[in-house]
């Protein structure tokens, strides 16, 4: 049995290794439940049924193998390459020959979708977009901003594609802050203000914030190249960026209804050998976390830290000086590698945990340093996540949050940012000690 097992082993990494974007996708976008107990033969008989099958899975592995000049350029989740691209397209007076199209297809799609937007559709149409001027991060950090001295409208954009929005701050947060400098700079301009994410998640000024993600971005670039009035209206290079831009963003950001469907129709039709192959595929997760917790013991003396031997899967621990001098190893960091399986590379490594044993510290001090981290985060550079739930046992405060994205072919630019994540920490210890009276 145990001889058995080992050769399924085998062929499961076998064909996750030659079937990897199909499979990434699937598992991506769908629960997996592999079975503790199945039957040998119908296991095997069901991998090679699966692996053979061309035919199932050849339209999903389309979606994936096709060349693509976002992912050539590595901008797939650069935030402010989005921005600049969507900016692009928005501008009615750019060379790319859509005129308003683009503009006025995705803010239909954004009125569509809010039911208390202050903007109709019929004030969209008569809207002159060729009035618009588009700034960049360069009008109080405004991710993309649309001003029109004719319409005597701002159309204010917020693009989050991983980050997380700024709530708190003496500015009251970043979105309150966006909409109070417009107030002030154009007084007599009305403002339209928009939520950009990925998946569509509110923001937390619902009321003057209105939600708009990456599918409506999709749907508008689908009615421009589907519109047989537009053939001799587009460039051929155009339209080819249009079409490359709307790959990258359902291969990487939001699946497609296209992507979905064949998904579920493999997994639907192949369920055990999948929950297999899912089960026993090569562990991604530790072979990262391996080469991770290398780079940084062959650095501990450059970064100033100290690896803390601990067994647990997709986790390294570590100390810096100052957390060992004035905690006693009871006070640590921790480094969290995810696999995004859909796009078969390394998602994120978060340097995203201070963990504080409340035993050993008492409850006092432990609280001392929650109140500091949640009221100094912005100063700092940090964020804290999780919350105090006063259990008397290590709670992880959820800190620092710098997500590296990397691919394990390119593991310089992954040591680089490693390196980069890390370099907040004295500021932040410093601040800390300061606070706690330590120094």
């Not at 559709?121 to 060729?130: C, G, P, R, Y």
Request: glycine share 2%.
């Amino acid at each position: 049995m145990e001889k058995q097992l080992e050769t399924l082993k085998e062929k499961c990494s076998l064909v996750y290794s030659k079937r990897k974007s199909v499979l990434d996708a699937v598992f991506e976008l769908n629960e997996m439940s592999p079975p503790d107990e199945f039957d040998y033969d119908k296991a095997i008989a069901s991998i090679d049924s699966f692996f053979n099958d061309i035919d199932s899975y050849y339209e999903l592995a389309k979606e994936y193998s096709e060349p693509n000049f976002f992912e050539i350029a590595g901008i797939t989740r650069m935030e402010t390459k989005h921005s600049r691209t969507i900016a692009y397209f928005l501008d009615a007076n750019k060379n790319h020959g859509l005129g308003d199209m683009f503009v006025k297809k995705l803010l239909h799609n954004v009125i569509s979708a809010n039911k208390h937007i202050n903007m109709s559709i019929e004030d969209l149409d008569v809207l002159d977009f060729s009035s618009f001027v588009i700034f960049l991060e360069s009008v109080h950090n405004i991710d993309i901003l649309m001003l029109s001295q004719k319409e005597k409208l701002a159309i204010i954009i917020e693009n989050k594609v991983y980050a997380t929005e700024r709530i708190k701050g003496n500015d009251d947060g970043q979105l309150n802050k966006y909409r109070t400098l417009i107030n002030h700079d154009y007084q007599d301009y009305k403002q339209l203000c928009i939520f950009l994410s990925p998946d569509g998640k509110a923001a937390s000024d619902l009321d003057n914030w209105h939600i708009a993600n990456y599918s409506m971005i999709v749907e508008a670039i689908e009615e421009i190249l589907n519109d047989q009035n537009n053939n001799n209206l587009i460039s051929y290079d155009i339209r080819l960026i249009l079409r490359h831009y709307e790959n990258m963003i359902c291969r990487h950001l939001i699946p497609s209804k296209r992507i979905i469907k064949y998904s579920n129709k493999l997994i639907k039709k192949y369920p055990l050998a999948l929950n297999l192959i899912y089960k026993f595929g090569p562990d991604m997760v530790s072979k990262a976390t391996e080469y991770i917790k290398s780079f940084l013991s062959e650095n501990a003396e450059i970064l100033e830290i100290r690896i803390i031997e601990k067994n647990q899967h997709g986790f390294i621990y570590f100390s810096t000086k100052t957390s060992r001098d004035k905690f006693w190893d009871t006070f640590f960091y921790m480094i969290k590698v995810e696999i995004d399986r859909r796009n078969a590379h390394y998602k994120s490594l978060l340097v995203n945990h201070l963990s504080a044993n409340y035993n050993v510290l008492n409850g006092m001090m432990y609280n001392k340093i929650h109140s500091f981290c949640k009221t100094h985060q912005i100063e700092c550079g940090l964020r804290v996540v999780a919350e105090n739930t006063h259990r008397v046992y290590n709670h992880p405060l959820t800190l620092l949050c710098n997500k590296v994205e990397f691919d394990e072919n390119e593991k310089s630019e992954l040591e680089h940012n490693i390196t980069l994540a890390l370099r907040d920490l004295p500021k932040f210890e410093a601040s800390l000690m300061h606070f706690l009276n330590l120094r």
